[in-house]
């Protein structure tokens, strides 16, 4: 099956620092990659949406200026938590759509847990 | 998209099967019926998907009433790997570029 896969898997920061997360399609293209994020004992809340060259869509209530996505490429896309603080601390998973759509089955990776002191 | 109810947990024998309901009452003529389901501390899997028919895959097999308005996720011999949450999803498109809402899910537990 397609692999997706994030980096760092966890990450520790101090308050007020920007961490940044990867997520990369191994062995697909991935025109469109979500973000969501998600706290213990809750359900994946999506972020955004994010189109390889263009401005990602992000969903009510999350700032744009803080979580920064950028998608420069088919298999890579980031999100940069911009000066982090402690209530950013989450698990934040990314999942990408191959190209063309398909059955509509979506990709995700093994998440990566933010921790910020 | 329409919402989905879940119970929020079940329990199941290993090597019975499982099944996982879900309703979708306000759900509309092209939408579709997902399921996922997610592993503690992983990302969620893709299980199955219909429209109208029933389906059945390697994984699962999915039930959909005649009147859409609910459906079940059938795990037919359950073993302890299957312990995860379910998340049962409603989507407007058979497309994977189109955004995939979770609700709450059911957290189901297989016992030894």
């Known amino acids: 099956g397609a692999v997706v896969s994030q980096h760092p898997s966890r990450v520790i920061c101090k308050s007020g620092t920007s961490v940044k997360i990867e997520c990369r399609s191994l062995?697909?293209?991935?025109?469109?990659m979500f973000w969501y994020r998600q706290f213990p004992k809750q359900s994946l809340m999506l972020m955004a949406t994010s189109n390889e060259g263009s401005k990602a869509t992000y969903e009510q209530g999350v700032e744009k200026d803080k979580f920064l996505i950028n998608h420069a490429s088919l298999t890579l896309s980031t999100l940069t938590v911009t000066s982090a603080h402690p209530e950013d601390s989450s698990f934040y998973i990314c999942?990408?759509?191959?190209?063309?759509?398909?059955?509509?089955?979506?990709?995700f990776g093994e998440g990566s847990r933010l921790t910020v002191l | 998209d329409a919402k989905t109810t879940q119970p929020p947990s079940m329990d199941c024998a290993e090597g019975r099967a499982a099944n996982l309901p879900c309703n979708h009452s306000t759900i509309s003529g092209n939408e579709y019926v997902y399921w996922y389901r997610q592993i503690h501390s992983q990302g969620p899997q893709y299980i199955i998907h219909g429209l109208k028919n029933n389906e059945t895959n390697e994984m699962a097999s999915l039930i959909i009433t005649e009147d859409r308005k609910s459906s079940t996720l059938i795990l037919p011999h359950a073993t302890l790997r299957d312990t995860a949450v379910y998340y049962c999803?409603?989507?407007?498109?058979?497309?994977?570029?189109?955004?995939?809402?979770f609700g709450s899910g059911t957290r189901l537990l297989v016992r030894p």
């Open positions: 999942s990408a759509s191959r190209a063309g759509g398909g059955t509509g089955e979506l990709f």
């Open positions: 062995d697909f293209q991935a025109t469109t």
């Open positions: 999803i409603v989507r407007a498109r058979e497309d994977s570029s189109y955004k995939l809402i």
